[in-house]
């Protein structure tokens, strides 16, 4: 390992000389390698365990007809895959993913940085207005949906938003029923996760703004930027960079995996069935057809991929400056 | 700092104009804003008691009351009581499943990020790569081919099958892989000269003196633990594996409903996170800003 700091040593010396630290370093190498199994070793088996067989397992039965069993059946090649990216209900809680994604993404951002930015000026009572902002992050997509489904945008006359739009003379509102002719649930289901996650990315943002260094206000202020508007866009958006990013990519890949609210304020319907809705009812539900299922969950595990790595591109994640 | 003795105002102030006749103009205009957006962020909450303890009656009566008539404290015993849905029951599987998978994922997860992150190995970085990968595969998107492992194990509507998959997180590894990175080395250093091992220097050195990152990650898996539904759902098939949260869906898709009784079970599966929540604010906020800038 270290021969070139011994070579001016006599040969037999030399040897001498060597072995003892050698045998000491194997020792401590072994030592070592016991040490980082011991620590490693056990979440290492269970990572195997409970992510990488099921996975592999699951490429497995994509490629097979597995109905309403877990054992491959019948190879069948790609065919799983084929049926799913042609199947029409598939392709539509796609599209029904990128609806929501489109409403709910920049809507949270907005929001978010706004009270971010009124908290992080606020003179007194700071700290209470951080928390009731982020109180709901700490409550469950079911709650949530209960009260949105149960009470404000209940569809019969005693809901709070029927009331209220009574008191306007207007009729009740079907809200998560698609006869209204408009998709009156889009509004609820945006909603009820603005409520749930805002507090959480505000407080992304909020971190993001006290790491700001004041003397940067300073010296725009000296430079004769106006306070306000013109310091906010030259100073604290740029400023905001890496919390910004923090926050598109991560409610990006949240509105992926929306289930909670979908399957609590609306279930099995045709019309606003995101993707881990449809796999839950073709893996799970009466058909228990894990194949195509697999082949699914596959699918849209590359599609969330290839959109993280696309967007972390975009928005010049992981640059020099981070 | 010369910059602060030239700067008319303190930083703070910076647009804020105090005194002006705009500045107060703003900073009413801001506190309005405030205001109205904390009413409407408890209004959620409010509704929750107020159905929970009203009547049926109150509840779906054409004219909107903002204050029940009288409060019903027997609609408790009554939700406890409903044998459709076991409500009891599902609390005590949503503590123990949130508790032995937040202490099994800070003890797993703390030790394999120590390893990673202290101990010299030669394949130390495949293993590390091998945990970033999970990373990127979204947790969501696992559930299927894990429920077909889980129940070929014949774990499903069980508590093993709720509670094991859910122990080893490569996100808290990574985070304390992280954290300890950080950690100063001269006292790790100082306790191996004194013969402590890599474990005593971890358990009796390390542990001790990153208490509060602990209890950071500690409220935020809590939380998302008790949370969580998607997995308890698909596992839990059978009314006695049910979590508190699986229970209340049962309760919102139900035919017929006793909105009172929803509305109180509501109430009762958030008590134990607004405590959390309470008391621990300052390790939820921290927890929140690793968690998300770091992921």
């Known amino acids: 390992m270290s021969e070139t700091q011994t070579s001016t040593v006599a040969p037999a010396a030399r040897s001498a000389a060597r072995k003892a630290p050698v045998r000491r370093k194997n020792r401590q190498v072994r030592g070592r390698t016991g040490a980082f199994w011991l620590f490693v070793g056990p979440f290492l088996v269970g990572l195997a365990i409970f992510i990488y067989v099921p996975i592999v397992w699951s490429l497995v039965l994509s490629f097979f007809r597995a109905q309403n069993t877990v054992v491959p059946d019948v190879f069948v090649g790609i065919k799983n895959y084929v049926d799913m990216l042609t199947d029409s209900a598939f392709l539509s809680s796609l599209g029904t993913f990128t609806l929501f994604a489109i409403f709910i993404v920049p809507t949270t951002y907005l929001l978010a940085l706004g009270l971010a930015v009124l908290i992080n000026r606020a003179r007194f009572a700071r700290t209470f207005f951080r928390s009731v902002i982020f109180i709901p ?58 409520w749930l996650q805002v507090g959480f990315y505000m407080i992304l943002l909020l971190a993001g703004l006290q790491q700001i260094p004041s003397n940067l206000y300073e010296a725009a202020y000296v430079d004769g930027a106006k306070p306000g508007w013109q310091t906010f866009v030259n100073v604290t958006l740029p400023g905001l960079r890496t919390a910004t990013v923090a926050v598109l990519i991560l409610n990006l890949i949240n509105a992926y995996q929306a289930f909670d609210e979908f399957y609590n304020l609306l279930g099995n319907v045709p019309y606003a069935r995101p993707p881990l809705v449809y796999l839950y009812y073709t893996a799970l539900g009466a058909s228990q057809d894990y194949g195509h299922g697999s082949a699914g969950a596959l699918i849209l595990a590359v599609l969330i991929a290839v959109v993280t790595i696309f967007q972390a591109r975009v928005l010049g994640f992981g640059r020099a400056s981070d | 700092m010369a910059f602060s003795l030239l700067a008319p105002k303190p930083v703070g102030a910076v647009g804020g104009q105090s005194g002006s006749v705009r500045g107060v103009l703003g900073t009413v205009l801001r506190y309005t804003v405030l205001v109205i957006a904390a009413v409407l962020f408890l209004l959620p909450y409010y509704l929750i008691l107020r159905n929970g303890l009203s009547s049926e009656h109150d509840i779906t009566s054409p004219n909107w009351t903002f204050f029940p008539s009288s409060l019903h404290w027997e609609n408790l015993g009554e939700l406890f009581s409903d044998p459709s849905v076991p409500m009891g029951h599902a609390l005590l599987n949503s503590g123990l499943i949130a508790v032995v998978q937040t202490a099994g994922q800070l003890l797993l997860g703390s030790m394999a990020g120590y390893g990673l992150a202290r101990i010299p190995y030669k394949h130390a970085n495949k293993v590390f790569y091998s945990v970033l990968v999970t990373l990127m595969i979204p947790s969501a998107v696992t559930f299927v081919p894990s429920f077909v492992l889980v129940s070929s194990l014949g774990w499903v509507s069980d508590l093993r099958g709720l509670i094991i998959p859910g122990l080893f997180s490569g996100f808290v590894a990574f985070l304390f892989r992280q954290f300890f990175l950080n950690f100063p080395v001269e006292l790790e250093d100082a306790a191996r000269v004194d013969g ?100």
Do not use: M
């Not at chain 1, 209940?154 to 809901?159: I, K, L, P, T």
């Open chain 1, 137 to 194: 992050a700490a409550c469950s997509y079911v709650v949530g949906s209960l009260v949105w489904k149960l009470s404000i945008f209940n569809g019969v006359r005693f809901g709070l938003a029927n009331t209220l739009i009574a008191t306007f003379g207007a009729d009740p509102i079907p809200w998560l029923s698609a006869t209204g002719g408009f998709p009156w649930y889009w509004p609820v289901i945006v909603t009820a996760r603005l």
């Open chain 2, 196 to 295: 402590l091992s890599y474990w005593g220097t971890f358990w009796r050195i390390v542990f001790p003196n990153s208490l509060q990152f602990y209890a950071a990650i500690a409220v935020i898996t809590f939380i998302a633990a008790w949370n969580s539904f998607l997995w308890p759902l698909v596992i839990g098939q059978d009314p006695s594996s049910w979590t508190v949260q699986v229970a209340l869906s049962s309760f919102i898709t139900a035919q017929t409903i006793n909105l009172h009784e929803v509305f109180l079970g509501a109430a009762v599966s958030i008590l134990p996170l607004v405590l959390v929540f309470l008391f621990l604010q300052r390790y939820l906020v921290e927890g929140v800003a690793q968690t998300g800038i770091k992921g």
